[in-house]
């Protein structure tokens, strides 16, 4: 398969279309460079006209690295334990319209996560992305240098609530000591680019190491404030044969809930480590 294609910016820091691009049938190691080095110029990436069955989207996403296990919380597909089935409607409302970077309470957090569309709202359900390397460097100069110094605590955050809801106490402590947390420093790098960007989110970032909580939950408010302007985003409307990838380092996303009472139902797929960092590529 030709590695040609074309693509075309969605906003000037973050997103762009790929055009002239078909990955039904898998991607050459050719065509998998030239979309990796695109997805670090822009971060997000946007397939239309293109809709994968399962064993399609974990070939595509296989061509990038291993994948990821099954969520310990979402279900998904039967045969497919890294198809996760993100299916939210009145029986089951949304509990991901917070800005997140997935499971960044992980010490290895996927690199990559694939996302496309099984069903859809007739309206709403967008999902908006924000570019944590024009965060950072939106910030002034001391807040940079002041901000080199610290790091934070990610565990589950609001994914408490849903496990609660399946099982009570018991069960989400049970998941909590399962799952853990970790630290990253406030502003991280890069590990292919070098690009410095800000890496806390509203969903699982919940303490400033080295400082008392009340003035570590104001940073990271000022944070999370600095993220929600639209200058840092861009937002994608869904489209029922449509593939979008986005690299979790650097960025986090927010999936809008403002389409009940009707259903939207989504497959993902995360590559757990890049090959290029780990240094396992052939």
């Given amino acids: 398969m030709s590695a040609l294609f074309e693509t075309a910016r969605l906003?000037?820091?973050?997103?762009?279309?790929?055009?002239?691009?078909?990955?039904?049938?898998?991607?050459?190691?050719?065509?998998?460079?030239a979309l990796y080095r695109a997805l670090l110029?822009?971060?997000?990436?946007?397939?239309?006209?293109?809709?994968?069955s399962p064993e399609q989207l974990e070939v595509f996403a296989s061509a990038f690295g291993p994948l990821a296990p099954s969520h310990h919380t979402y279900p998904h597909l039967p045969g497919h334990p890294s198809v996760t089935?993100?299916?939210n409607g009145p029986d089951?409302?949304?509990?991901?319209?917070?800005?997140?970077?997935d499971l960044s309470?992980?010490?290895?957090?996927?690199?990559?996560?694939?996302?496309?569309?099984?069903l859809l709202p007739p309206v709403g359900g967008d999902t908006l992305f924000a570019s944590l390397f024009a965060v950072h460097d939106a910030l002034l100069p001391g807040m940079r240098t002041d901000l080199g110094d610290l790091s934070s605590v990610h565990d589950m955050g609001s994914f408490r609530t849903h496990t609660f809801q399946e099982g009570g106490v018991e069960l989400m402590n049970e998941r909590m000591a399962e799952v853990g947390s970790t630290v990253h420093p406030m502003i991280d790098n890069h590990p292919i680019s070098g690009r410095p960007f800000i890496h806390v989110n509203e969903c699982f970032t919940t303490h400033v190491l080295g400082m008392p909580m009340p003035e570590g939950r104001r940073l990271l408010t000022f944070l999370f404030d600095m993220i929600n302007r639209p200058q840092?985003?861009?937002?994608?409307?869904?489209?029922?044969d449509m593939v979008l990838l986005w690299d979790n380092r650097g960025t986090q996303h927010y999936a809008a809930d403002d389409y009940l009472p009707h259903r939207r139902v989504m497959h993902r797929?995360?590559?757990?480590?890049?090959?290029?960092?780990?240094?396992s590529a052939d």
């Fill in 232 to 240: 840092f985003q861009v937002r994608v409307r869904w489209e029922k």
């Fill in 85 to 87: 089935v993100l299916d």
């Fill in 269 to 279: 797929v995360m590559v757990a480590e890049d090959p290029r960092v780990t240094g």
């Fill in 41 to 52: 110029e822009h971060h997000v990436l946007v397939l239309r006209g293109r809709s994968l």
């Fill in 105 to 118: 309470f992980r010490s290895g957090q996927p690199f990559l996560s694939i996302l496309q569309p099984a």
């Fill in 92 to 101: 089951n409302p949304p509990d991901n319209a917070e800005w997140h970077t």
């Fill in 11 to 33: 906003t000037p820091v973050i997103g762009a279309e790929v055009r002239g691009l078909d990955v039904t049938g898998g991607i050459d190691e050719a065509t998998t460079d």
